[in-house]
T-cell receptor, first 116, second 112 residues
Framework: EAGVAQSPRYKIIEKRQSVAFWCNPISGHATLYWYQQILGQGPKLLIQFQNNGVVDDSQLPKDRFSAERLKGVDSTLKIQPAKLEDSAVYLC??????????????FGPGTRLTVL | DQQVKQNSPSLSVQEGRISILNCDYTNSMFDYFLWYKKYPAEGPTFLISISSIKDKNEDGRFTVFLNKSAKHLSLHIVPSQPGDSAVYFCAASGGTASKLTFGTGTRLQVTL
């Protein structure tokens, strides 16, 4: 079974530029998550999708971050414009369902973003 | 507000000995707890979990203990192996949402 795929793996941009990340979840997984992991911290949930609907985006900085999940499968996360503090690893995860405490989240390898 | 805390940023243990990783939480609504393991340049992988109705869960060399009154959980690895060297994250969730709150991680190094 293929895992969660993410691209690109690394990205370096200058502040005020735009950037987009792509995620392909495990086939059949209804729920998709985007996390931000700043160096020295644990992953922090940015947004959660159930199929193509948003379940939780309470920690997404909506003035600069946006995300969509096309046809309930792939997802893109965009930052426009980027700030220095956005430097982090962006992790995508997926699970079979949401609303279940025991539903395991499977993570992709992440995209490391450096904003100069 | 750090609701899940891992106060030891690193731990070094000899191969064959026991590794004990600790985690504290403050939110009394948390009722499901997980440990994830992360190798460099990879995403976290699920290791073991425990529901608040239990105080112990075991899976091979890995055991998680939960002390609800102290709001504390620990992960025991026995015996420790060099391949266990990784960063371990404690995570918690509560209520009906599967949203996870992660700790800051503990880097475990198992030496020969």
């Amino acid at each position: 079974e293929a895992g969660v795929a993410q691209s690109p793996r690394y990205k370096i941009i200058e502040k005020r530029q735009s950037v987009a990340f792509w995620c392909n979840p495990i086939s059949g997984h209804a729920t998709l998550y985007w996390y931000q992991q700043i160096l020295g911290q644990g992953p922090k949930l940015l947004i959660q999708f159930q199929n193509n609907g948003v379940v939780d985006d309470s920690q997404l900085p909506k003035d600069r971050f946006s995300a969509e999940r096309l046809k309930g499968v792939d997802s893109t996360l965009k930052i426009q414009p980027a700030k220095l503090e956005d430097s982090a690893v962006y992790l995508c995860a997926s699970s079979w369902t949401s609303g279940s405490l025991t539903d395991t989240q499977y993570f992709g390898p992440g995209t490391r973003l450096t904003v100069l | 507000d750090q609701q899940v805390k891992q106060n030891s940023p690193s731990l070094s243990v000899q191969e064959g000995r026991i590794s004990i990783l600790n985690c504290d939480y403050t939110n009394s609504m948390f009722d499901y707890f997980l440990w994830y393991k992360k190798y460099p340049a990879e995403g976290p992988t699920f290791l073991i979990s425990i529901s608040s109705i239990k105080d112990k869960n075991e899976d091979g060399r890995f055991t998680v203990f939960l002390n609800k009154s102290a709001k504390h959980l620990s992960l025991h690895i026995v015996p420790s192996q060099p391949g266990d060297s990784a960063v371990y994250f404690c995570a918690a969730s509560g209520g009906t949402a599967s949203k996870l709150t992660f700790g800051t991680g503990t880097r475990l190094q198992v030496t020969l």
